[in-house]
Structures are given as C-alpha cells and as structure tokens.
C-alpha cells in the first residue's frame, strides 16, 4: 500500500482545518454574573414601601377588570402565586381599591311573629344593625320598667274601679233578678255547706225543714216542685253564664285601659325608632312587634315569686322572655371604611355560608331560634370582596356545590350545616338574602383547567383569570422594586436591614431561580425565607446591617443542609460503585446528565449512557422504556433519534440496524429528553467504532435535523459534574456541553467560574449534533460521502449493516432452500 505526500497546496488546507477542529468554549467572563444596583441608598432602611406585584401588568389587568365589572360571573380565579403570604399580598392589593367604595350596608334577622319559623331578613345602613339591636334592648327595658308603674298609677286604679263597680252592678241585678225569680217559684236560696247553692221548697211561705217532711206532700205537688226546681236550675245556668260574660268583658275593658296606657308609652317609643332608621320593613316589623307587645302585656307585668321559692323567677329571664324583640345582626359595618375585603384562611362550609346553631334547653330538647343564625365570611363580605383558596374549598364537603349555586343565583339561603341530614330535623327556614360579593379565588393553572374543562358552571361564575407570572424582567425598576421590598419585610418582621450588596446578592439569588440572565423570580416566598435567613446570620455576628457575606452564608448553609444525598452520590462516584469515567475516550460511551428534584433542593449527577448496535431490524431499543422506567418525553427523545438516522443516513440504503440504549445504573426511572442528545452521541460513535472523550459531559435535546435544543436545569447540571470532577480530581480538560440556546441561562457559582478562569474546566456551547461530534471525537463532523468525516464513518457502517444483512437474508433462502431439496430427496421411495 502506497501512500502520497501532501501537496503545497493542501498543507495550508489541512491547518485550516485543524483550525476549525479547535472547539469554540465559554471564557470564565462570558460567565460571571452580577446584578447591580442604580439606586442611590446604602440601606434599605432609606427606601419607600414598595408597589405590590410589580411586572404583573396583565395579572393587574386582569384584577382590575374583574374587581370593575359588578355581576355578570365576572368573579376572579387567581393562578401562578406562591407561599403562604399569598392571600395577604392580593388582600392589601385588593384593599387599596375598596378603600375608595362605597360601605356597605348591616344584615339583621329579626322575629316573624306571623310565621316564627320564617325568620326577616332586614337590610339596612351601615351602622343601623346595632344601633336597632340596642333600641329594642332599650324598648323592651322602658317598658318592663315603666309599664309596672302605669298600672299602679291612681288615674289608672281609678278607671279599673270604675270598670269592676260598674259590672259588679250588673252581677248584682242578675242576682237580684234570679232571687226574685226564685221567691215566685216557692223557692229559697241557700248556701250549701260546700258552697254550692241549695233550693229549698216554701210551704206556704215556711221552708220545708227536712226530705221526710217533703216526702209527706201529695204527689202532684212534689212533681211541681221538682219541675220548678228544675227551670230554676237552668235559669242558674243562664245567669251564670251572664255573670261570666259580664267578668270577661270587664277583663276586656280592663285590658283595653291597659292597652291605652301601654300605647301611650309604647308609640313615642316605636315612633322614635321608626324616625332613625326610615326603613320599610323595619316599620313593617315594628308594627308587628307593637300588635305582639300590646297583646303580651302580662309578660311585662311584675310577678312576684311565690314565698320560700325565689328560684321560680329564673324560669321568666330577660332573654326568654322577650326573645322575640331580640335583633341578630349577622353582618355589622359600623366600623368598615370602604368596601369589606375579607380572607377566608379555612373555607369550609361554616365559615363561608354560616348556620342555624342549634342548642338543648333546660328541657333537654335540641331548639333554636332567629338568634342562633350565624352569617359566613360570603354574607359578610356583601358590598365587596371574598379571598380564598379554591384547592382547600374542593376539599371541604357541600361547598363547591353550594358556591355554585350562591353565585349563579345572587342569593344566600341560610340553613342549619348538617353533614348527616339522614339523622337531622329540619329547622328555620330564614328569608333568603340578597348577596353581591365579588369572589376572588387562588388556585393552581392545573385546577383552573381542569374546572374549565369538566365543570361548564365554572367558565360562567369565573370568567376572569389573573395568571401572575413566575418570573419577570431584570430591569432597573424591577430591582428597586425588589429592594423596596425587602425593606418592607424587614419593617414588618423587624429584621435587621440590607445594605446595597445584600439586595444584589439576592437579585443574583432571584435570576438564579428564575434561571435567566435577563428575569427575576416573582415568587417572594422563596426570596423572602432567605432575607429570613441572612438575618439570621447577621444578628449571629450581632451585625446591625445585613451584608452581601451574610446572604451568601446563608445560601451556603441552606445548600448544606440539604445535600446530603446529593454528597453521597458523589462518595459513591468516587469510590466506584456508581461507574463514571472521566478520563479517556471509549467507544459507545458518554456521560450524561441529569437533574435530581428532592423537594426543596435540586441537584445534577452524571450518568453513564452506553449503545450497543448490531445486524438486524429491530431499530433503536429504548431499554429504560422496556423495562418500564422511562416517561413518555424521555421515550419521545429516543423515537426522535430514529428520525435523525433516517433522515441524515437512510436517504440512499435502507436502515438495517438493531441498537440499544441505556442509562448504565439507573434504578428509579428516567424523564425528559435533555439526554437525547447524548443517546445519539453514544449511538454514532458505536455505529462508526469513534470514541469518545469521557472527560466531557453532554446534556441536550436534539430534534429530526441535527439541532440541539435548550434543556432545563443546565446549572445545576454543569455544577453537579464539576463536583464530580473536583472529588475525583481534576485534570484541566474535564468540562461540560450544553446547547447554546442556554448560554443566557448561565448563573453558576462562582468556584466553577474560577475553575474556568484558570483552565481546569471548560463549557462548550454547541448548536448541532455536528458540532458536538467535533468536540467529542477531535474529528470533522463533515457530511456523508466526504472521506475521513464521522458522518461518513457512521453512513459507510450503515451501508456495511444494510448488505450485510442483505447477504444474509440470501445466503439463509438459498441454505433453507437446499435443505428443503435435500429433505425432499431423502424422503422419495
């Protein structure tokens, strides 16, 4: 075999080409991050309070739709904000704007004294619940103590004296008539030794003395007398009767001399309540609570206990008593300014509907009454707005059923809670309520679809969705805004405050969680906990102000107390258990990487990723989908890379070709496509027999043209194998490749930047597979059909497969067909 030197023309074309076989990498400048800040202060004790939900303008937008269209179903389903100051932060928004409404009125219950079990609903001016409640407390108090005294006025005893003298008259003259009717029928009246009256006989004007002496008249004149005796009887009868009549229309008049003195204390008094209020249907009660006054005005007399039993008093109490002329005011906005804006922490049924209470009397019988109505956080919140979480509502029994019908038809029916109906008496049945409240509910994106999707109520009582972003954009008003808050939570909590650099570490803290050079988290919860911490660490060193040095402490320690699995892993790593190389090249062979979420900490780990390729048709095996430990994205990124073989190597041979893959050591399942890129790299470089560098880690996706995609998590990934690296020790050409679609998603820590700086790590940023083959081979990637080129390693195997398998297949006919001649020669007589 010969071989010829190169010419002079192509020695300078090779040097370009080694040229361009120089991987482009990041610098440790391109990498450094840091946010800082225009603001003129020192400390964020010097700031103003800050606005709530800055760069939320279409979640703002939102709100102020909502909270501006009254009905309609224009209620608002809050989605995207996090951690349990949540409700608080959209309460004081919300607040801001209700300050400037109207207040809403006070709902009482008062007594139906034609239906007692129908309860009235009352609506009036703020402030005119209680002040009715206590008018009729002191109603009920004048009368009880200035009635007693009317009745024992001497005009008053004057006119009842009048009243009995006069139907004592009339009772004497029925007497007198009956004595006189009784003389003429030969009869004497007489008391009985009982008390009865007793008719004795006349005999010629003389009494008869005993029954023998009667019994010695003739028989025609005893039959007289006992008929005499008889129409005497019944005429005793009648002027009973009469006499009866006469005391019931004395008590009539006596109660209508009674009626006329409480009516002239009563009026002014009901009068005076009607002239405040000016409320219909608190003068319509009036009218029925004055008709039931003067018809109980034995309730108002003093009784006076019977001697040596002073405890029967008890069974008369104030509040018994005069229960029926209570007012329950459900709703009292004496002291609101503006429209109500209420958090419901626990939105269970009690707390968002009320109930009818029920209680056992003296008697031992469960009772109840228009008192015992106890209105919910939606009643009470009439006029303005409601805030609470829908996914703690659905879990509660009754109340996504009952929100619904509440706000579809504008009213609340009042009812006694009873989850065990089955076993319940019914109770009250209240006037139902008119209600306007404008309900805001917080939710996850999840549940707002799902309700939408399955519930069609749902899209018509929440037709305003506020969707608050995760992240927003890293611009100066948003950083000061950030400090700005910060401030505010150390006023509130009294924390030590943050000077200039401790805001900018944690913006740096928040672009990191967003994971974008150019956003922010929006989510104060996690910002918050670690202005907590740092704090902490401040007032450790008795620090008056917060520093940079404390909020990086702080994010250490918080690192530190949840790595733990992540530390042990990499012991495992350097100790040999789990198989990693990190030096050396190996064929069919890479590492890849992924993330490892644990809760309240997320961490990268390298794994082995192997190929194996061999004759057949069989195409490309995912063994994490066959046994069942991959998810439906990660099986998707594998069909994908089917794709890209027939695409870039099957456009002139068939694809005759048997390949597995598989993620060496994994036990717990795989997920997402970020390794694709990977796969493929282990499957070329086994299809072309070209190794590749194990002091590289890959992470990417790939799609059907050869182009790698952003993947998420690419700090930690880069971070989790330059630990490995460290442990194991580095060598200065160990590193990382990512896609370069995430080189704007670059916030790593700042020992890895340094690491980069003085060349012991480096991190390529590639935008095809291509590229990435460069890299990983130290070969031209080039193009199918050009010599010496990986793609035209990977095509000529393909080709070498394909008739390989072709010359297989013919050489199996023509043996299965000679085997089936020779059976038949042998098989022929």
């Not at 029916?413 to 509910?441: C, N, Q, R, W």
Request: proline share 4%; with cysteine.
């Amino acid at each position: 075999m010969s071989t010829v030197a190169p010419s002079e023309t192509e020695k300078p074309m090779r040097k370009e080409l080694k040229e361009a076989l120089v991987p482009k990498e990041l610098e440790a400048e391109e990498l450094r991050f840091s946010v800082s800040l225009d603001g003129g202060f020192t400390s964020t004790a010097e700031l103003a309070q800050a606005r709530e939900f800055v760069g939320q303008e279409r979640a703002i937008a939102a709100l102020e739709l909502g909270l501006g269209v009254a009905g309609g179903g224009f209620n608002v389903f809050v989605s995207g904000l996090s951690g349990s100051e949540k409700l608080e932060f959209l309460r004081r928004w919300v607040a801001q704007r209700a300050a400037a409404a109207p207040t809403p009125g006070d709902r009482v219950y008062v007594h139906n004294f034609k239906h007692p079990d129908a309860p009235h609903a009352i609506y009036l001016k703020p402030g005119q619940g209680v002040r009715l409640r206590e008018q009729m407390t002191n109603l009920v108090k004048a009368l009880t103590k200035e009635l007693p005294k009317a009745f024992r006025q001497e005009a008053f005893d004057k006119e009842k004296t009048l009243l009995r003298e006069k139907y004592n008259r009339r009772a004497q003259e029925l007497n007198a008539q009956f004595e006189r009717t009784t003389k003429e029928k030969g009869f004497l009246l007489q008391a009985g030794p009982r008390g009865n009256i007793v008719f004795i006989p006349l005999i010629q004007g003389r009494p008869l003395q005993s029954p023998e002496e009667f019994s010695r008249l003739e028989e025609e004149e005893r039959r007289g007398i006992e008929k005499r005796q008889e129409e005497l009887v019944e005429e005793m009868e009648e002027v009973a009767a009469k006499q009866r009549e006469v005391m019931r229309e004395l008590e009539a008049d006596i109660r209508l001399i009674e009626r006329r003195f409480c009516e002239q204390l009563l009026t002014p008094l009901v009068s005076a309540i009607e002239r405040e209020t000016e409320n219909e249907k608190v003068s319509a009660y009036l009218a029925e609570a004055r008709e039931h006054i003067l018809d109980n005005l034995d309730d108002f007399k003093e009784t006076a206990a019977p001697a040596g039993f002073p405890f029967l008093l008890h069974g008369r109490e104030h509040r018994d008593v005069f229960l029926e002329y209570d007012v329950n005011v459900v709703v009292d906005n004496s002291a609101t300014r503006g429209a109500p804006v209420t958090i419901e922490s626990s939105p269970t049924y009690l707390n968002l509907f009320g109930t009818i209470e029920r209680v056992v009397d003296r008697f031992g019988r469960v009772v109840t009454n228009f008192t015992r109505i106890k209105s919910g956080s939606l009643l009470r919140a009439h006029g303005g707005y409601l805030i609470f979480s829908l996914e703690d509502a659905l879990t509660e029994p009754a109340v996504w059923k009952v929100l619904r019908r509440t706000l579809r038809s504008g009213r609340i029916e009042m009812e006694t809670y009873e989850p065990f109906a089955l076993f319940s008496a019914s109770g009250l049945k209240p006037e139902p309520v008119d209600v306007s409240t404008k309900v805001i509910v917080v939710g996850s994106p999840f549940l707002y679809y799902l309700l939408y999707t399955w519930d069609e109520e749902f899209r018509e009582i929440f037709k305003v969705r506020a969707d608050f972003r995760e992240v927003m954009e890293l611009e100066e008003d948003h950083r000061l805004a950030y400090a700005q808050w910060v401030a505010k939570l150390c006023q509130e909590e009294g924390l030590p405050h943050f000077d200039r650099e401790a805001v900018e570490r944690l913006l740096e803290f928040g672009a990191r969680q967003a994971g974008d050079r150019e956003k922010l988290s929006a989510s104060h919860a996690e910002v918050a906990d670690l202005v907590r911490e740092a704090g902490y660490w401040a007032r450790k060193e008795d620090a008056q102000i917060v520093s940079g040095r404390h909020v990086e402490k702080a994010r250490e320690n918080r690192i530190f107390r949840a790595n733990r699995i992540e530390g042990e892993i990499r012991e495992l790593i350097a100790n040999g258990t789990i198989l990693i190389d990190i030096e050396g090249k190996k064929v069919g062979q890479i590492n890849g990487l992924s993330v490892i979420d644990i809760g309240s900490y997320a961490f990268g780990r390298p794994s082995r990723v192997t190929a194996g390729v061999a004759m057949g048709q069989a195409g490309i095996i995912n063994i994490e989908r066959e046994s069942r430990l991959s998810g439906s994205i990660h099986d998707k990124g594998v069909l994908i890379l089917s794709g890209y073989l027939r695409n870039r190597y099957g456009q002139d041979k068939p694809l005759a070709i048997s390949a597995s893959l598989c993620f060496e050591q994994s036990y717990s399942g795989v997920e997402g496509d970020s390794a694709s890129a990977a796969e493929l790299y282990a499957l070329l470089s086994r299809i072309a027999n070209v190794p590749l560098r194990q002091d590289i880690a890959v992470t990417g996706s790939v799609n059907q043209w050869g182009e790698v995609q952003a993947i998420g998590g690419v700090n930690e990934k880069i971070e989790g194998f330059y630990d490995v690296c460290r442990v194991i020790g580095l060598t200065g050409r160990q590193g990382v490749m990512i896609p370069a679609a995430n080189v704007r998603n670059l916030i790593l820590r700042n020992d890895v930047i340094e690491a980069v700086a003085q060349g012991k790590f480096h991190i390529y940023p590639v935008r095809t597979i291509d590229e990435g083959l460069e890299i990983l081979t130290g070969n031209r990637a080039g193009e199918v059909g050009e010599a010496g080129t990986v793609n035209e390693a990977v095509s000529s195997r393909l080709r070498e497969l394909a008739l390989g398998l072709k010359t297989f297949s013919v050489s199996d006919r023509t043996e299965r067909a000679s085997e089936t001649r020779d059976d038949g020669k042998g098989a022929s007589p």
